[in-house]
Each structure stands twice: as C-alpha cells, then as structure tokens.
C-alpha cells in the first residue's frame, strides 16, 4: 500500500528559485493538507483542499501556492524561494467525515541557500 | 488564539518504565484530540479521542481525555526501546477538520 507519497525527498534550492513539491494518494481521500515542520515548533498547516479543484488558506500561507487538478494529487508550490521556507514539508490526507486521523507522507526536506 | 501546549518537552527514562505525557489545549470548534508517534519521518496515527473519560488502549500504549478539564494523556507502561519518538499532541477543529498542533514531547528510553 502506497498511502501518501511525497516526491522529491530532499531539494536544494538557492534563493529566488522556484519549485513544486508533488503529493500523491492513493486512498481516494477527499481532504489534503500541506504543512510544513521546523525544530522545536508543531506543524503548521500551509495551506490544504477539501476536494478536488478547491483550495484553501492555512494557518500560513505567504509565500506558497497550491493547486489540486486531479483528487489524488495536490501540488506544493515556491514562487520564490527564501531562507524562511527552509523546513521539513509533510503533506496530509484524510477521508471525509467525522472520525477519520489525517495520513502522512514522509516528508520532503526543503533547504534554500 | 487556538492553542495546544505538550509536557513535558523532552524525557529521558530507563526501558521498563512507565511514562505520561500531556496535552492541554484552548481550541474552538473541538471535534477531537489525536496522538501521534513520529519516528524519523512520517508521524503515525496512535489514537483518536472525542469523548470525556473514555480511555482508549492499544497494548502498551493508552490515552485518555477530559473535555472538562481540557486536556489529555498518553501513557506508556513497560517501555521498551522502540518507543523512543516524539510523541505529537493535535486537536481537530472546526468544518474542515484542521489540527492544531503541539511541539512534542521527545521520549528517550535508555536501554
């Protein structure tokens, strides 16, 4: 069972450079979250999509953009790429209704030089 | 401003013992309290908790939650060194289910 799959891994970028970060599940959930991770601190929920072709504002959003084409995938988007946004990205996907825990990837780890 | 706040931030014990770690939290719209376990990478769902009083179990593992009170525990009796993770506190809230998270409790268990 694949789940939720987060590609790349790990991504080097220099600063102003753009990049798209890909999630993919394969469990037919509606809800998707994009949140990112850093030392000493909770997730913090970026942005997320409660069904395909819809979006929404997280807790901070500034800097990225999303997009979900297709109900499996939801894309993770640097415009410009800053030192800030250096984190450890996690996407989330959950089955709608009451009752139901959010589903990891494993995380794309994100430096910006 | 919804928040969840876990202690302790880091713990050291020795295999065998027992552990509890908290979570206490000021959220609107509560749906639920969930527990999490994150190893080196993705975080791994443990419990959900909607309900006062009620204690969930799964082996060596348990939690419970006071709505009352506001907040929860996770305990872990036997410890061994496989549960060494940081163990993640979330609240769901509100129509579209979004967690509201605490930093974590790091669990050490020293062999």
């Known amino acids: 069972n694949a789940g939720v799959t987060q590609t790349p891994k790990f991504r080097v970028l220099k600063t102003g450079q753009s990049m798209t970060l890909l999630c993919a599940q394969d469990m037919n959930h509606e809800y998707m979250y994009w949140y990112r991770q850093d030392p000493g601190m909770g997730l913090r929920l970026i942005h997320y999509?409660?069904?395909?072709?819809?979006?929404a504002k997280g807790e901070v959003p500034d800097g990225y953009n999303v997009s979900r084409l297709k109900k499996q995938n939801f894309l993770l988007g640097l415009e410009s790429a800053a030192p800030s946004q250096t984190s450890v990205y996690f996407c989330a996907s959950r089955q709608a209704g009451v009752g139901q825990p959010q589903h990891f990837g494993d995380g794309t780890r994100l430096s910006i030089l | 401003e919804d928040k969840v706040v876990q202690s302790p931030l880091s713990l050291v014990v020795h295999e065998g013992d027992t552990v509890t770690l908290n979570c206490s939290y000021e959220v609107t719209n509560f749906r639920s309290l969930l527990w999490y376990k994150q190893e080196k990478k993705a975080p791994t769902f443990l419990f959900m908790l909607t309900s006062s009083g009620i204690e969930k179990k799964s082996g060596r593992l348990s939690s419970i939650l006071d709505k009352k009170e506001l907040f929860s525990i996770l305990n872990i009796t036997a410890t061994q060194t496989g549960d060494s993770a940081v163990y993640l506190c979330a609240v769901e809230r509100g129509s579209n289910y979004q967690l509201i998270w605490g930093a974590g409790t790091k669990l050490i268990i020293k062999p």
């Open positions: 999509s409660v069904g395909e072709g819809t979006t």
